[in-house]
């Protein structure tokens, strides 16, 4: 998909670069994030944060590859507040994240969302404390609220375990 000439929202204004998702964008599984950070605004490419580059690491150990997942943002481009940031949730998600969820009119069985935005977002506001499973239009919703939590390594093992095994169940 290109977006880097979007300009749907203000964020387009002070960004450096678009950054587009990564892996297969016709698989089963989406790994979500809320935003790109300063290097990822810098290079465009989502693993160049230290953050995400350990994280999929991980996910690649679980067998969650470029070849059979895929790796995207909420919001595209690198908010310059958290104000910023909500305002262009929603176009921004309804334009991009929507055509990525439904590629080539294949949905996303599971959707992991990292962090309490992007939870709260796919969830329709809802709060949620713990790691669980929702499911929203046929697709498993498996929100990740506390990310400070997940990135512990013995953290993201365990919950990377649970994907693994509901992953498994949806093939």
Known sequence: MDIQNC????????RNKVVEGYGNINSN??????????????????YSNDDTRKFIGYCFEYNFTEINSYFTYLVKCRPTSEKAFYN?????????????????????????????????YLLGGKKFR??????????????????????????IRM?????????????
């Open 7 to 14: 300009k749907l929202c203000d964020l387009c204004i002070k």
């Open 29 to 46: 599984i989406m790994f979500l994030f809320d935003h790109p950070r300063f290097k990822q605004d810098k290079t465009g490419i989502i």
């Open 88 to 120: 262009s949730i929603g176009v921004c998600s309804s334009n991009h994240l929507s055509r990525e969820y439904l590629y080539n009119g294949i949905k996303k069985k599971i959707i992991v969302a990292i962090g309490p935005s992007v939870s709260n």
């Open 130 to 155: 713990y790691f669980g499973t929702f499911t929203s239009a046929g697709t498993i919703i498996i929100p990740v609220p506390n990310v400070r939590r997940f990135v512990e390594e013995s953290q």
């Open 159 to 171: 919950n990377l375990s649970i994907i693994k095994g509901v992953y498994e169940i949806t093939k």
